[in-house]
Structures are given as C-alpha cells and as structure tokens.
T-cell receptor
Framework: DGGITQSPKYLFRKEGQNVTLSCEQN?????MYWYRQDPGQGLRLIYY???????QKGDIAEGYSVSREKKESFPLTVTSAQKNPTAFYLC?????????????FGPGTRLTVT | GESVGLHLPTLSVQEGDNSIINCAYS??????FIWYKQESGKGPQFIID?????DKRQGQRVTVLLNKTVKHLSLQIAATQPGDSAVYFC???????????FGKGTMLLVSP
C-alpha cells in the first residue's frame, strides 16, 4: 500500500527535552511538509521540502528543525525552544512539479509536553 | 483527547439533508482549491478540487462551487450521512508555489 506513515501516534515528553517525529512516504513524491494543528485552528505550515537536501521555513518555524536526507523521509524535531509544543502534528507530501498541488496527509502524531 | 473541532463554526444537519459548507479565500491570485475532510484524530483526506478556470465541479455526492468575483468557495454534500460528520477544510494554492494555505475549518455534525 502506498501512503504516508507517522510514528508514534501519541508522544509524551517532559518540558526541556527535544523530540523527533517521524514521517515516511512511499509515494515517490518530491515535496514533503510539516503542519501543526491546534484545537479550533486550521493547519499551520512549519517547514517544507521540495527536494532532497533542501527545505524552507513555513509560517511558524521557530523552535523546530527538519532534515531531508532521503526522498522518503522528513523528520521533524521539536526543540526545547518551542514555547507551546503540545499539538497535533501532520506530515504531508505532494508532487508539485507536475501539479495540481494536492497534498496527501499522514495520520498525525499527537505530542503532549508537560 | 482534544478535538480539532473545538471552537470551530459548526453546521448541524439531519441525515438525508443536503449540506453546504462555505469558505472565503483572500488571495485573488489563488488558482487551485481543494476541500479536505478530517475525522477526529486522523489526517485530512482529499475530497474534491477545482481550478480557477472552472466555476463548478462534481464528484460522488459532492459538488464544489467557485465564485471568483467574491472569492468564495462552497462544498455541497448531497444526502448527508452520519459518516460525513467531520471537520471540513478548504485550501488554496497560488500558481507556481507548492504550498497550500488552509482555512480554519467547519465542523459538520450529522444526526441520524
């Protein structure tokens, strides 16, 4: 089955710790994205990558970091500098080079920091 | 756990009714639009899309209408079913960019 996997589904961390969220896709998509979702809010873009070894900041990149060493993988690290890290994190992928720009989403990781 | 739908605009309908969910977009340069459905605790799923050179597109039980004059998008769901209960998001894309801008969403509640 082709798709996007995110692990784990639930993640708990103590304040002050960095945590890395996994995102893997086997759709052979060039572009990958990380979004944050808070209750009552739309999706806000954290980082995106259009090609391996390249990525751009989204609207709320502060306190987050990413890497794109492989086409299939786009891990997100939530650092201790992120002031309100508790949220639902969604990873997506697309093939923007061919358009249209539909993004396919993973099941999400709910991060709780106490 | 927390609901993604907390504090969202809510549309409540009876099973079998037709539902209309609206979305206003802000950028007149947007030329591609998508509707997504998100069930509680899951990632958004693609429903239907439309390009700016169209004003209507139909899918299975769903229709998207685009009014570029007033920058308005709507999603019509025919014969709404309890399984349609979810949060619905519109998203817009500006040509040449690979990112989407998402609206805040509308929660649809369907009672049997």
């Amino acid at each position: 089955d082709g798709g996007i996997t995110q692990s784990p589904k639930y993640l708990f961390r103590k304040e002050g710790q960095n945590v890395t969220l996994s995102c893997e896709q086997n759709l052979n998509h060039d572009a990958m994205y990380w979004y944050r979702q808070d209750p009552g809010q739309g999706l806000r873009l954290i980082y995106y990558s259009q090609i391996v070894n390249d990525f751009q900041k989204g609207d709320i990149a502060e306190g987050y970091s990413v890497s794109r060493e492989k086409k299939e993988s786009f891990p997100l690290t939530v650092t201790s500098a992120q002031k309100n890290p508790t949220a639902f994190y969604l990873c997506a992928s697309s093939n923007p080079g061919t358009g249209p720009y539909e993004q396919y989403f993973g099941p999400g990781t709910r991060l709780t920091v106490t | 756990g927390e609901s993604v739908g907390l504090h969202l605009p809510t549309l409540s309908v009876q099973e079998g009714d037709n539902s209309i969910i609206n979305c206003a977009y802000s950028n007149s340069a947007s030329d591609y639009f998508i509707w997504y459905k998100q069930e509680s605790g899951k990632g958004p799923q693609f429903i239907i899309d439309i390009r700016s050179n169209m004003d209507k597109r139909q899918g299975q039980r769903v229709t998207v209408l685009l009014n570029k004059t007033v920058k308005h998008l709507s999603l019509q769901i025919a014969a709404t079913q309890p399984g349609d209960s979810a949060v619905y998001f519109c998203a817009e894309n500006i040509g040449g960019y690979s990112t989407l801008t998402f609206g805040k969403g509308t929660m649809l509640l369907v009672s049997p």
